[in-house]
């Protein structure tokens, strides 16, 4: 995918990196002000000024340029990206450590395939990562372990109103009910 070779040909000066949604340009705090599909190499998601967002002349310059030769945007898009240096960097998801590679360590700079590398979730060092990644582990089964107790409140709440209609209505009708 070609998110080097689109930040590169446009000079962007934002932030690029890629996620699920498509190769996103933006900023520390909105990281998909622009996003283009990775799959069709189209503007997906445009910068629109007339959303509440301040004027950029940059972001402007980037979606003109693009809407200009949408088949340069999809060329682009297309190649595969070349990197002059291939560094090392380690991240997690889930239980797995993953090794990634890039040309320069630490936020804001991405990986070769587009992750950024945010400095809680990215190193140079696995071993740290691996901490992380049970520290992250650790809290996810304390969260889910009250989510947990809180759907079995929840639920004994429940069975018991339950319970106490059922015997409203035997107690009015002689019935018992079902279900």
Known sequence: MGWKAVRDHY??????????????????????????????????????????????????RYQSEMDADPFKLAELVAQADGFERSIPVFTYEGGD??????????????????????????????????????????AGIEWMADAVEKAERDLADIVGRLSRRKADLEKLTGETANG
């Open 11 to 60: 000079r962007i000066e934002h932030f690029v990196q890629v996620t699920s949604d498509g190769i996103c340009i933006g900023s520390p705090y909105i990281h998909d002000i622009i996003v283009i599909s990775a799959d069709r190499g189209e503007i997906t998601k445009r910068y629109d000024p007339g959303r509440g967002w301040s004027r950029d002349g940059l972001l402007d």
């Open 97 to 138: 450590i993953i090794e990634k590679r890039c040309e320069e360590l630490g936020y804001p700079n991405v990986t070769h395939d587009g992750c950024m590398q945010y400095e809680n979730t990215f190193s140079p060092d696995a071993g740290l990562v691996r901490i992380w990644a049970i520290d992250s582990a650790k």
